[in-house]
């Protein structure tokens, strides 16, 4: 079946410094979205890829599909204490069908 | 709007017990999903529904089941708990392929 890996498993930064995670997935994805999930809460949505080599940015995140449309990157420029939390990519192999959530990525920001 | 929600928030269970757990939505989504969460695995999909009296298996459907009788409502049930099912659970509910709203979560405790 579809698995989608996400690399590292934990990130500690040092505030404004830089951040990157990558997701990586066994098969050709239709799309692609970001959560974000703070500790003790719930899954929020970041944002969602279509396009090969799709590159969309929010604000100090840069979110970037691969042009084979197998692995996806998301980007913290000078990391803030507000980043902290864990950041997951799920994909899905079909438009319509169903995400398979990667195992995410717990950033830590240090003061 | 409320969004998402989910009861109860936290539950304790024996071994054998069964519970309901309820997930409701008042965005008029047509899907809505199950997944469970455990530590370094992400979320994981126990069953969905595309719809109104519809439902389906998704990657680990064993030991539960579930029921959408009114398009807004999406129950998740444990028929004989197991110590294998402590997890935190989430509900989610979407338009087609778009974002997906999560609830913010039922922990359940099996002894």
């Known amino acids: 079946g579809q698995q989608v890996m996400q690399i590292p498993q934990y990130q500690h930064v040092q505030e404004g410094e830089d951040f990157t995670t990558y997701c990586n997935s066994s098969?050709?994805?239709?799309?692609i979205q970001w959560y974000k999930q703070r500790p003790g809460g719930h899954p929020v949505f970041l944002i969602q890829l279509v396009k090969s080599g799709e590159v969309k940015k929010q604000k100090r995140l840069t979110f970037q599909f691969g042009e084979a449309k197998k692995n996806s990157s998301l980007h913290i420029t000078a990391t803030q204490t507000t980043d902290v939390g864990t950041y997951f990519c799920?994909?899905?192999?079909?438009?319509?069908?169903?995400?398979?959530f990667g195992p995410g990525t717990r950033l830590s920001v240090l003061p | 709007n409320a969004g998402v929600t989910q009861t109860p928030k936290f539950r304790v269970l024996k071994t054998g017990q069964s519970m309901t757990l309820l997930c409701a939505q008042d965005?008029?989504?047509?899907?809505m999903y199950w997944y469970r969460q455990d530590p370094g695995m992400g979320l994981r999909l126990i069953h969905y529904s595309v719809g109104e009296g519809t439902t389906a298996k998704g990657e680990v459907p064993d030991g539960y089941n579930v029921s959408r009788l009114k398009k807004q409502n999406f129950l998740l049930g444990l028929e004989s708990a197991a110590p294998s099912q402590t997890s935190v659970y989430f509900c989610?509910?979407?338009?087609?392929?778009?974002?997906?709203?999560f609830g913010p979560g039922t922990r359940l405790l099996v002894l």
């Open positions: 965005m008029n989504h047509e899907y």
């Open positions: 098969t050709t994805l239709s799309n």
């Open positions: 989610a509910s979407t338009a087609y392929q778009e974002t997906q709203y």
């Open positions: 799920a994909g899905s192999r079909n438009y319509g069908q169903n995400f398979v």
